[in-house]
């Protein structure tokens, strides 16, 4: 179940969404019809529930905060969080959530990449 939502004051510049289970926060209700985009964002409201929700906002928090200090750049650390990393290399495939398998972000964990 997604709910969507339009606002651009609810989505930090720089960024197309946010994904809060169970919503989908856009910056522009044109989002609701870009496939690529809900995919993405469907896949990590997966990804937030398989982790039950709150230990997701916890994990993606340290990942986070890990990746800046590995990276030295909060964007170059924002797209190496696994969970982004596994949104962004499937958000095309719009049958991905039909095979994917339960943790598949664990696939793109990785200390070093």
């Keep these: 179940m997604m709910f969507f939502i339009a ?9 197309n969404g946010i994904t809060i289970w169970p919503f989908v926060i856009a910056r522009n209700k044109q989002l609701r019809k870009d496939a690529v985009f809900l995919n993405h964002e469907c896949i990590h409201l997966r990804q937030q529930v398989e982790m039950l929700v709150l230990p997701f906002y916890l994990w993606y ?9 590995q990276y030295k750049d909060r964007h170059i650390a924002y797209r190496n969080i696994s969970f982004e990393r596994e949104a962004y290399a499937n958000e095309k495939d719009l049958h991905y959530l039909k095979h994917r398998s339960f943790w598949a972000f664990t696939n793109y964990f990785s200390v070093l990449t």
């Excluded at 606002?7 to 960024?15: D, E, I, W, Y």
């Excluded at 928090?61 to 200090?69: D, K, M, N, T």
């Design 7 to 15: 606002s651009k004051f609810l989505v930090r510049k720089g960024f």
């Design 61 to 69: 928090s340290v990942e986070f905060i890990v990746r800046v200090f």
